[in-house]
């Protein structure tokens, strides 16, 4: 039976885990695309949740067997899915065949590369070994040896005092930048080992009386014995004093490794392709800020112009009112040109918290989903601190960034995704989530909602911004360009305040972001702009039609969002080849 002849006779409609009554799923769908009937759904969530239970399970850092175990993990569902026959699938069936056997390459690559990262640290953390060897035998449930147990750790107590000794010996200015990256990367990995080491010792400690008799002292000094090594390893490797901002020193994968990832992300283009993209891109946006300049007054002076909406910001205290106008105002747009569903249950739902100064180191600006996280300035800041957060967070900035965190943008993504194909969320990307939202700003900007140039040079920033992340990303990663140099290029091309850069570089580098998350948001909203062409430029789709099916599709890379829509014909070994680049 049919999915339309099953509502048909029920009275409802299946949708993803729900069942939504017929006249809720007419609201919702605006599109001849079924939802939700894909025959690999319930694999899909039987290996998304086999891998979460397995992750908890292996959940030491960098061990040697946790990698083995998830070799074997993914290597056994790629031959259960060689097993299917893949003729006899749906369309729908034989997407969810692809991306997930996409993501089991992925991962496996990932493994190898881990290998290669765990073997540039194990100079630094030589007792690793033995601290994932003490959980592994506590979750195998095998007994204690508390005097074995005390000596261990007494050496490795020892162990680490010696490697601190010789670290704080080596000369700050003669660390290389190679060393500070493993030495950064080995900082977190030893806060991850203490963590467990510590979960081991919970378990035994007071429980077991020879095991405390044995090893209270020991494990005492190991424990001291690591900190200290880790402080020693910042100051001395890292170049970070007792107090200082971590340094921005990033961890880059190489170009072989942003082909793996632009592989997985299933972008059919090379790292130096994606980056004259975006200098291509960065004209036009010249151009743009030149002509709304010359509207405001600034001839063609386009950082004059910016200076002055940097200055537009409204008082303390006034912050929500503003994004509370903005949302209406976005979602009054939307709705008057009929671009895309909005429950009125989506509307209804968000909410705004206001971000403390700690997170606004690393997050300058708006976060957003469900709950909209707003950057302002607070009274415990510093003045300099205050004015940037003012500059930074004006409103014509905010125009654009309120509908990329609310409606039409996060909050109205996660609302649907939350009750459609659900089982997608194993193949989630930043090229889905971040391009969605970044493609209303590009639409919008088609459609008119900047009316006055002030509201088009804060769009203007946030384009160039994403397009600057493109060239940084890429360009860190590949080993031609310094973190430092980023920054720059931030606060001299995109006319960032020099802070919000420093935070922004911080978090695409020492954060927990994959090396594509940050060129994911121009590219993606880039390849939805060019099946927006092909689909509702061409007339086949109303815009309303193309937004709800994306939506409805669930979370994939967009070239799988382009064999959804088109019918385009899949096969079990298929490849990214779309060209969305306009000559």
């Given at each position: 039976m049919t999915w339309k002849a099953s509502a048909a006779r029920c009275g409802t409609l299946v949708v993803g885990l729900c069942v939504l009554p017929v006249a809720l799923a007419a609201q919702l769908s605006s599109t001849n695309i079924a939802v939700g009937n894909s025959e690999l759904r319930d694999s899909v969530e039987v290996f998304t949740t086999d891998r979460a239970a397995l992750s908890r399970r292996w959940a030491v850092n960098y061990s040697t067997q946790r990698r083995e175990r998830f070799r074997e993990f993914y290597t056994h569902w790629r031959e259960r899915l060689a097993r299917i026959d893949f003729d006899a699938l749906s369309q729908e069936g034989r997407i969810d065949y692809v991306l997930l056997d996409h993501r089991l390459r992925s991962e496996l690559a990932k493994l190898a590369r881990e290998d290669k990262l765990a073997g540039e640290m194990a100079e630094l953390v030589p007792f690793a070994g033995q601290i994932t060897a003490f959980e592994e035998a506590r979750r195998r449930f095998e007994p204690v040896d508390g005097p074995a147990a005390g000596k261990i750790l007494s050496l490795m107590a020892a162990e680490a005092d010696t490697l601190t000794k010789r670290v704080k010996a080596k000369r700050t200015d003669s660390v290389t930048r190679a060393e500070r990256i493993v030495a950064l990367r080995t900082v977190a990995w030893l806060g991850s080992l203490q963590s467990s080491l510590r979960d081991w010792n919970r378990f035994y400690g007071g429980y077991d009386p020879v095991f405390t008799w044995w090893t209270r002292d020991p494990y005492r000094r190991a424990?001291?014995?690591?900190?200290?090594?880790?402080?020693?390893?910042?100051?001395?490797?890292?170049?970070?004093?007792?107090?200082?901002?971590?340094?921005?020193?990033?961890?880059?994968?190489?170009?072989?490794?942003?082909?793996?990832?632009?592989?997985?992300?299933?972008?059919?283009?090379?790292?130096?392709?994606?980056?004259?993209?975006?200098?291509?891109?960065?004209?036009?946006?010249?151009?743009?800020?030149?002509?709304?300049?010359?509207?405001?007054?600034?001839?063609?002076?386009?950082?004059?112009?910016?200076?002055?909406?940097?200055?537009?910001?409204?008082?303390?205290?006034?912050?929500?009112?503003?994004?509370?106008?903005?949302?209406?105002?976005?979602?009054?747009?939307?709705?008057?040109?009929?671009?895309?569903?909005?429950?009125?249950?989506?509307?209804?739902?968000?909410?705004?918290?206001?971000?403390?100064?700690?997170?606004?180191?690393?997050?300058?600006?708006?976060?957003?989903?469900?709950?909209?996280?707003?950057?302002?300035?607070?009274?415990?800041?510093?003045?300099?601190?205050?004015?940037?957060?003012?500059?930074?967070?004006?409103?014509?900035?905010?125009?654009?960034?309120?509908?990329?965190?609310?409606?039409?943008?996060?909050?109205?993504?996660?609302?649907m995704t939350s009750r459609y194909n659900t089982h997608r969320s194993a193949f989630n990307t930043p090229f889905w989530g971040e391009g969605w939202a970044l493609w209303w700003e590009m639409l919008l900007w088609d459609e008119g909602f900047a009316q006055s140039p002030q509201d088009r040079m804060g769009m203007l920033f946030w384009r160039s911004h994403r397009l600057a992340r493109i060239i940084f990303s890429l360009q860190v990663h590949l080993g031609r360009m310094t973190p430092q140099e980023a920054v720059d290029m931030l606060v001299d091309r995109v006319g960032h305040e020099r802070a919000n850069a420093e935070a922004e570089v911080r978090r695409s580098f020492n954060g927990s972001y994959s090396p594509l998350y940050q060129a994911a948001y121009m590219l993606g909203g880039l390849q939805i702009r060019a099946l927006h062409r092909d689909l509702v430029g061409t007339g086949r789709m109303t815009n309303k039609q193309f937004h709800d099916a994306i939506l409805q599709g669930g979370r994939m890379p967009i070239e799988m969002v382009r064999a959804r829509l088109t019918g385009a014909p899949l096969t079990r070994d298929y490849r990214a080849s779309w060209k969305f680049i306009e000559p």
């Open positions: 424990n001291e014995s690591i900190t200290k090594y880790s402080k020693a390893i910042r100051e001395s490797l890292v170049g970070q004093r007792e107090g200082e901002e971590e340094p921005i020193i990033g961890d880059p994968i190489g170009e072989d490794g942003l082909a793996e990832d632009l592989d997985a992300e299933m972008i059919a283009y090379t790292p130096d392709e994606l980056i004259a993209l975006a200098e291509r891109e960065f004209t036009w946006i010249e151009q743009e800020q030149k002509r709304a300049a010359l509207e405001m007054g600034f001839g063609d002076d386009w950082r004059k112009a910016l200076e002055s909406v940097k200055q537009a910001y409204v008082a303390p205290g006034e912050q929500p009112a503003l994004v509370r106008k903005l949302a209406e105002e976005a979602l009054a747009f939307i709705t008057s040109r009929d671009l895309v569903t909005v429950p009125a249950l989506a509307n209804e739902v968000w909410r705004m918290e206001m971000m403390s100064p700690r997170q606004q180191l690393v997050s300058p600006f708006f976060l957003g989903g469900e709950v909209i996280q707003v950057a302002y300035p607070t009274d415990s800041m510093a003045h300099d601190d205050k004015l940037m957060s003012l500059r930074g967070n004006n409103p014509h900035f905010a125009l654009a960034t309120v509908h990329h965190e609310l409606i039409p943008g996060h909050h109205l993504q996660g609302f």
